[in-house]
């Protein structure tokens, strides 16, 4: 598919924990006229692995 994109990932202590800076940025456009890559769909799948998954493996291991 044409397109492409880029993750960059900050982790950061914050009191007792860690703050985690996100950002995915499209460095040539994508097929905007596909449901997979719209804002929407792209936002709900990392809220999905970023607010579910990730802590579910952190806390396992």
Request: charged share 35%.
């Given at each position: 598919m044409p397109g492409d994109s880029k993750v960059s990932w900050e982790l950061a202590e914050s009191g007792e924990g860690s703050r985690l800076t996100f950002a995915h940025t499209a460095t040539e456009s994508l097929d905007?006229?596909?449901p997979l890559f719209s804002r929407e769909s792209c936002q709900a799948g990392w809220e999905?692995?970023?607010n579910g998954q990730l802590p579910a493996f952190l806390d396992k291991n």
């Open positions: 905007t006229d596909d999905y692995f970023l």
